[in-house]
């Protein structure tokens, strides 16, 4: 296992922006995909983007694509979603998983954060 430890959620107007950080603890972080997943009250847990265990490789959900970025230091064992021209529909609880596969697959991730809220007003 490898605990997960978001923070970084808050309260923003739309348009600004918010940096989610993941701390992970355990020796295999450097080889695990990691991702984020949001879950909004009454809607279904949706990816919103993922990165590979080397950093090379980035996934994003479209409705996020060009917007959001993921990134990862393997050094610090943490990976980060800087979030920019946030909008309404993207308040939700946001999740930081781990698994041994890229994908944007929630099946696919064995270990979840608590959750970190992120509200965004209109």
């Known amino acids: 296992q490898v605990p997960l430890v978001e923070s970084g959620g808050g309260l923003v107007q739309a348009g600004g922006s918010l940096r989610l950080s993941c701390a992970a603890s355990g020796r295999t972080f450097s080889s695990l995909a990691m991702g984020w997943f949001r879950q909004a009250p009454g809607k279904e847990r949706e990816f919103v983007a993922a990165?590979?265990?080397?950093?090379?490789?980035?996934y994003y959900h479209d409705s996020v694509k060009g917007r959001f970025i993921i990134s990862r230091d393997n050094a610090r064992n943490s990976v980060d979603l800087q979030m920019n021209s946030l909008k309404p529909e993207d308040t939700a609880v946001y999740y930081c998983v781990a698994g041994w596969t890229t994908s944007r697959e929630g099946a696919e991730y064995a270990v979840w954060g608590q959750g970190t809220q992120v509200t965004v007003s209109s």
């Open positions: 990165v590979s265990w080397s950093g090379s490789n980035t």
